[in-house]
């Protein structure tokens, strides 16, 4: 059984959640419910859960203040929220577990699954722990950025990227120290979730500006990187390109 508690501020909400667990997820014990994060923390500290499934948005402040405040409590985390684009990239750079509302019952049954094998194999990598230290920092390149890969995961700082590649079904990430790692995700993926200085220049790459040396022109041209790659940019993403180093 995986223990848990239910931090969210609807009572509607609660219950559906609840209710979907009862029916879908027997395995997971619901210990207690919060309806804030005036309730979420005490309530955490006493039951010392192994998975929390937190809203986004509640009063009193927010699913990022909570895992602050219990920062010293190891528990896996799935985050509820309606769709905020600041969150989920939050979410996603740390490779965090998350849930749209309204709750998808395939999802919720995926979520829980993920977090049932990640407590199996006794992993206890605190992915809460990097959510808020990326909040805290106010440079994104300053960020650290969970990669899963083929051997597990790892743990970078996003001003140690040079470029990512598309690579059929898996990405190629350059770092500033010369090596490389294949990573799980599509480029898509890091299209989404990556904050600037880091733009698709084209179908196959997103570069990191910082380490642009020169741009040439063409149809879409060319850049050249501090590290003496040229990258060809695409006639769709040029303009965006441009506007970046005008800003």
Do not use: W
Request: charged fraction near 25%; aromatic fraction near 10%; charge should be negative.
């Amino acid at each position: 059984m995986i223990n848990s508690v239910i931090v969210e501020d609807e009572a509607a909400a609660r219950e559906v959640l609840n209710n979907y667990l009862r029916k879908y997820c027997p395995q997971v014990r619901v210990l207690g419910e919060a309806r804030d994060i005036r309730e979420a923390v005490p309530l955490i500290a006493e039951h010392r859960p192994q998975l929390v499934f937190l809203d986004v948005e509640m009063p009193y402040g927010n699913a990022f203040d909570v895992l602050d405040a219990c920062k010293d409590i190891h528990f896996e985390t799935i985050f509820v929220t309606a769709f905020s684009e600041y969150a989920l990239k939050a979410l996603n750079q740390s490779a965090a577990y998350y849930l749209l509302k309204p709750i998808s019952i395939e999802d919720l049954i995926t979520a829980v699954h993920k977090v049932q094998t990640h407590i199996a194999s006794k992993d206890t990598f605190n992915r809460n722990k990097i959510i808020v230290e990326n909040l805290k920092e106010s440079r994104p390149e300053k960020h650290q950025l969970i990669l899963p890969t083929l051997e597990g995961f790892e743990v970078v700082r996003l001003e140690n990227i040079v470029r990512f590649k598309g690579n059929g079904n898996f990405t190629d990430v350059y770092f500033t120290d010369g090596s490389r790692k294949m990573v799980c995700r599509f480029l898509k993926y890091f299209e989404e979730i990556l904050p600037a200085p880091f733009i698709r220049v084209h179908k196959t790459h997103i570069v990191n500006t910082f380490f642009v040396q020169s741009y040439h022109k063409g149809n879409g041209g060319y850049l050249l990187l501090t590290d003496q790659t040229e990258i060809e940019v695409s006639a769709a993403y040029k303009d965006a390109l441009l506007a970046q180093f005008r800003t």
